[in-house]
């Protein structure tokens, strides 16, 4: 069955460090999308990512930057000089096709707290 | 542009009560889905919605029930609520559904079940 796991629970780090948030995943699909959503402490969750299983080239946007390896089913998100700002849960997210074919469902992880302290 | 909204943003209830969780998007998407988000869990869809009149399960939907007789809208009732249901619930929203798309979400609901 595909899944999702974010093995790091909480992540705690001083403002200005570089920060990974580790993401690895299980699916028998060779067509698959991933995802990173942000929940900051407001409580909403906020896309951050979309990455197809065609695409493996990484992604910067500004600090943050996503690498993808499916080699090693993973997905990770690294955030370069840690802001305060950057505090929040992060979510990594697998899609999948519905059983009837229908549409696609996100399969989330647990979650990683982070947490950057000034 | 409200995009997606949902009330009430918090709700205590009582063991037994009926509970329903509303939730309303501007964008005419046609897929919608509610999730809870529990510790540890993540997220976990429990119904979701292709169009008006067309709903099917999640992972985990005993003891919730749907409806959508507009696109816009795709309210969630705990037909009688239990403690293993005080959780954070999200409704989210697609275009079509498809894999690739991303899903929206609503500000979600801290729901208390004493």
């Known amino acids: 069955a595909q899944k999702v796991t974010q093995a790091q629970t909480e992540i705690s780090v001083v403002e200005k460090e570089d920060v990974t948030l580790d993401c690895v995943y299980e699916?028998?699909?060779?067509?698959?999308?991933l995802f990173w959503y942000k929940q900051p402490p407001s409580g909403e969750l906020v896309f951050l990512i979309r990455r197809n299983s065609f695409d493996e080239q990484n992604e910067i946007s500004g600090r943050y930057s996503w690498n993808f390896q499916k080699s090693t089913s993973s997905f990770n998100f690294t955030i370069t000089a840690s802001q305060v700002v950057d505090s929040a849960v992060y979510f990594c997210a697998l899609s999948e096709i519905f059983g009837n074919n229908q549409g696609g469902k996100l399969i989330f992880g647990q979650g990683t707290e982070l947490s950057v302290k000034p | 542009d409200a995009g997606i909204t949902q009330s009430p943003r918090y709700k205590i209830t009582e063991t037994g009560r009926q509970v329903t969780l509303m939730c309303h998007q501007t964008w005419s998407h046609s897929y919608m889905f509610w999730y809870r988000q529990d510790l540890g869990h993540g997220l976990r869809l429990i119904y979701y919605?292709?169009?008006?009149?067309?709903?099917d399960k999640g992972e985990v939907p005993d003891g919730y029930v749907v409806s959508r007789s507009k696109t816009e809208n795709f309210p969630l009732t705990l037909e009688s609520a239990t403690r293993s249901q005080t959780s954070v619930y999200f409704c989210?929203?697609?275009?079509?559904?498809?894999?690739?798309?991303?899903?929206?979400f609503g500000p979600g609901t801290r729901l208390l079940v004493l």
């Open positions: 989210a929203s697609s275009e079509y559904g498809l894999p690739q798309e991303t899903q929206y």
């Open positions: 919605s292709a169009a008006a009149d067309i709903t």
């Open positions: 699916t028998r699909d060779t067509t698959y999308y």
